[in-house]
């Protein structure tokens, strides 16, 4: 599949993403997107996952939604891309269009419309060094800016209380973006997972509805709730609630959700190919963090060797033949956002 515009060289985009390293980002990142590990995920106290069925596998299935995140966000998350999409070992991505790269994003999905690509609804920008900000207003009396004019580096940065409004306008601002520049979305997911807090989760439903997309959210189980070393412990509450809601209406909803190891990189390997082997029965996503060793990346984060690992995992021959002999089905987002037309 061809990835890299061919009226642009990748050298052109290599020495822009090594001008952006050394020109503008001049300090030293203090703050590093934490990437962690889930615990290992014990057998689901629920009935089996409905979606399961309607997609046409067993009750007993082990299925893997294998997701790069934040795609659009540097040339070295770009041109990581390239190559996973090559290697056919992920399934999916999730793109932001707030960031400096979706024009190339957006290039890439007309011109290849059979790419798995969801939607990463941001309200925050949390590096140092390269940042972003609202599409639909620069008011700071929004509360979605910053003192810097631009998004807050977190989620409890934000006013305890947000105007719905606003938030819609944001919202549609994203997702118009996307689509009116050539992006075919195949689910709605949240940067920072913020579609799990309490104050922006209906507003996540309303739009997966509105659009017909499946949303990123899991099932109503406590224990995958509790278990997932990702979740802000104050979400969870209200969250399984919603889940609850979610599953009765219908909407493919997940067993899991894990993101990529931030364990020593030596053992980066090893510890995916555990996870893979102690995957139980359901549908389960994993977000995939990774980038080529580039200025770019090192001046983004001092975790920069931590996304090189995740490329080098998830781009080899080894993990794709492992995946297939631990029986575990890879499968993208495309099959499940055809099953929205029923809700």
């Known amino acids: 599949m061809k990835i890299l515009p ?5 050298r052109d985009f290599l020495k822009i993403g090594s001008m952006v390293a050394s020109g503008l980002m001049l300090s030293t990142p203090t703050q590093g997107k934490r990437i962690f590990f889930n615990r290992t995920l014990g057998q689901s106290q629920l009935e089996p996952n409905p979606v399961l069925a309607k997609l046409g596998f067993k009750n007993t299935d082990r299925v893997l939604i294998a997701q790069l995140d934040d795609l659009g966000t540097c040339q070295s998350n770009m041109s990581a891309y390239a190559g996973l999409t090559g290697a056919g070992n992920i399934s999916s991505t999730a793109v932001m269009t707030p960031c400096i790269w979706f ?5 890439l999905a007309r011109t290849n419309p059979g790419l798995d690509m969801g939607l990463q609804m941001t309200l925050t920008s949390e590096w140092d060094t390269i940042r972003w ?7 700071p009396k929004s509360g979605l800016l910053d003192a810097d004019g631009l998004y807050p580096k977190s989620v409890t940065d934000l006013p305890s209380s947000m105007d719905q409004t606003i938030l819609t306008q944001e919202f549609d601002a994203q997702i118009n973006r996307a689509l009116k520049m050539g992006v ?3 689910h709605l997911d949240s940067h920072q997972s913020i579609a799990f807090d309490p104050r922006f989760t209906d507003l996540f439903y309303q739009f997966a509805k509105k659009y017909q997309l499946p949303l990123v959210f899991l099932r109503p189980d406590p224990a995958r ?3 997932s070393s990702w979740m802000n412990s104050g979400w969870i509450t209200e969250g399984l609630g919603f889940a609850d809601q979610f599953e009765q209406a219908g909407l493919p909803l997940l067993d899991s959700i894990t993101d990529q190891s931030f364990s020593p ?5 090893s510890d995916i190919q555990k996870f893979i082997t102690q995957l139980p029965s359901g549908l389960h996503l994993i977000r995939i963090h990774a980038a080529n060793h580039t200025p770019e990346i090192e001046a983004m984060t001092p975790d920069w060797a931590g996304y090189v690992a995740d490329l080098n995992t998830w781009i080899g021959s080894d993990l794709k033949s492992f995946i297939q002999k631990a029986g575990v089905k890879t499968i993208g987002w495309a099959p499940i956002k055809a099953l929205m037309k029923a809700v």
């Open 103 to 107: 024009p190339l994003v957006a290039h």
């Open 225 to 227: 709730w509790d278990g």
């Open 6 to 10: 061919s009226k642009i060289k990748r």
């Open 133 to 139: 900000r609202p599409i639909s207003t620069v008011d």
């Open 184 to 186: 075919r979305l195949t």
């Open 265 to 269: 990189v030596g053992s980066r390997i």
